[in-house]
């Protein structure tokens, strides 16, 4: 059975610069401390822990040290907080994801009712929501736009990882609503070529195998893409999970990987599915 790598699969520029920060700020001071999961890849996080890395769920968790703010950003008034209880800030948000809340901010100080395509409950979604003013909303499809819209233009930011087509929808379904929305497309450009370059293997291969956290948001948005144009499309986290029955007619064989997923286990993947 044929492998072909995707052209831009895995660790994206804001998760080595988080997972470099963290490394950094590890070597320097005795207690690290992450805001969450540093990033959306278990076993990365678990070897943080054995590195004595820890996570903490809450600014108050984090009793002395160092604070890691992780690539997806918080509320500013988070940073407030840490700095307050007098915890060195190592502020690893993507510069993406800054411009995003930048946008978000922008849009709501001009007065527009920010609507947030994204995640509900995603950490980098709320971050940005909490630059964008008690107006805003987050939908990720058009049947979560209320029935009655606030009163006021509309312009709308994106989560960096989104699919571009719930874009799409959302603003076609505003559009069809009288409303023409000003957007700021901020889906980043790491995101834009691993979702490109997924779709095209996808086309090309008889199965897919997606490597990256079950919780990676945009992993799974990766297999979905890949779903629609291979059925026979796996996410996986680990080698181990390959079953040698998904690939008995297989020919050729497509991998790609989340941008939260370290080159490691794309290459462990890679190298599992050679010996099937
Ligand atoms: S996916 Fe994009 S925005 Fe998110 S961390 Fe990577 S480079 Fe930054």
């Known amino acids: ?72 950003g918080v509320a500013p008034q988070v940073i407030d907080e840490a700095r307050q209880n007098k915890l060195k800030v190592v502020d690893a948000t993507c510069p993406y994801v800054k411009k995003a809340q930048k946008a978000a901010t922008e849009l709501r100080r001009q007065g527009y009712n920010v609507v947030i395509v994204g995640e509900k409950g995603h950490p980098e979604v709320e971050a940005i929501d909490a630059h964008a003013g008690s107006q ?3 939908v990720q499809d058009p049947a979560d736009l209320p029935e009655e819209l606030p009163a006021g233009p509309v312009g709308i930011v994106v989560q960096t990882t989104q699919n571009v087509t719930h874009l799409d929808d959302i603003i076609e379904a505003l559009r069809k609503r009288g409303v023409e929305p000003l957007v700021r497309n901020t889906i980043c450009f790491a995101t834009t070529q691993r979702q490109e370059s997924a779709e095209l293997l996808a086309h090309k291969v008889d199965a897919m195998v997606v490597v990256g956290g ?44 989340g941008a939260s997923t370290p080159q490691e286990q794309i290459s462990a993947v890679v190298n599992a599915l050679q010996q099937l």
């Open 1 to 72: 059975m044929k492998v072909e790598l995707a052209d831009y699969a895995g660790a994206c520029y804001g998760v080595e610069r988080a997972l470099s920060l963290t490394s950094e700020a590890a070597s320097e001071h005795d207690k690290v401390h992450t805001l969450g999961p540093l990033i959306h890849n278990p076993q990365v996080v678990s070897e943080l822990a054995e590195r004595g890395i820890c996570e903490v769920q809450r600014v108050e968790q984090a009793k002395e040290g160092v604070l890691v703010i992780r690539s997806h």
């Open 136 to 138: 805003s909303l987050v």
């Open 214 to 257: 079950r919780n990676s948001g945009n992993t799974t948005r990766l297999a979905e893409i890949c779903e629609l144009v291979c059925a026979n499309t796996h996410h996986i986290e680990r080698p181990e999970e390959l079953d040698p029955a998904w690939f008995s007619e297989v020919q050729k064989v497509g991998v790609t990987a």
